[in-house]
């Protein structure tokens, strides 16, 4: 039986965090008064264009973000099952991180929250996820509904798809609704934005550097 171990060790062996943009985090977090559980959809354009997917597993001290890599996004169809690869825990941090995780460092590319909100479980994720078949249900600003995410027999593949529901919806939604619930800008314009405040920086750091001295 696979087990449910939580742990940032991973995460952070993968970044050098005197250079990429993202939350080192801890596992040493407050806890907070909302008692609902949050869930976050990382469009994430790296080497290859894929979702990430995180639970919350629990709030405050010892809680982590499970997290899966869906390379075609997730579907409110229930006729549609989606690979996802299960990937290093995340810290709470990474709930609302959006920006651009420089070149030359793991998962370079461009990050922004293509949907967040809160899920319910009937019982504890470690458990469900022990067993291989995890079950909850989403209330986010684009996906809502049953979801389930089941173990294929290997460690680290799952499907990930939706149960039939008054939420269901043909549409795709990664086609339709591509941009950040958060800021409304896509992949694109963010790395068009970062790229113009690193120009706009390194213009001014040129000027100071050029002014010419003041004589007494």
């Known amino acids: 039986m696979y087990r449910c171990q939580t742990s940032l060790q991973e995460y952070h062996k993968k970044r050098n965090f005197l250079k990429t943009t993202e939350p080192q985090g801890s596992t040493e977090q407050k806890s907070r008064k909302n008692s609902d559980l949050k ?3 990382q469009k994430h354009d790296a080497t290859k264009l894929h979702y990430d997917f995180r639970l919350e597993t629990k709030k405050g001290k010892g809680g982590v ?3 899966w890599a ?5 579907s ?3 006729s549609i099952k989606r690979l996802a690869v299960l990937t290093e825990d995340h810290p709470l941090d990474y709930l609302l ?7 030359g460092n793991y998962g370079a590319g461009t990050v922004i929250v293509w949907d967040t909100g809160t899920y319910t479980i009937e019982s504890d994720l470690s458990e469900q996820f022990n067993k291989g078949k995890i079950g909850f ?4 600003q684009k996906l809502r509904g049953r979801f389930y995410l089941v ?9 990930l798809f939706k149960k039939s529901d008054q939420f269901d919806f043909k549409e795709d939604l990664t086609i339709s609704k591509p ?3 958060l800021t409304g800008r896509s992949n694109d314009q963010l790395a068009t934005t970062t790229k113009r405040k690193r120009n706009s920086s390194k213009s001014n750091t040129l000027y100071e550097a050029k002014k010419p001295k003041k004589t007494a």
């Open 70 to 74: 869906v390379p075609k996004g997730i």
């Open 65 to 67: 973000l499970k997290s």
């Open 97 to 103: 991180f959006e920006g651009v995780i420089p070149e």
């Open 151 to 159: 173990r294929t027999g290997t460690e680290n593949q799952w499907l």
């Open 39 to 41: 869930f976050v959809v």
């Open 76 to 78: 409110l169809d229930p």
């Open 137 to 140: 249900t989403l209330n986010g």
């Open 179 to 181: 941009e950040s619930v």
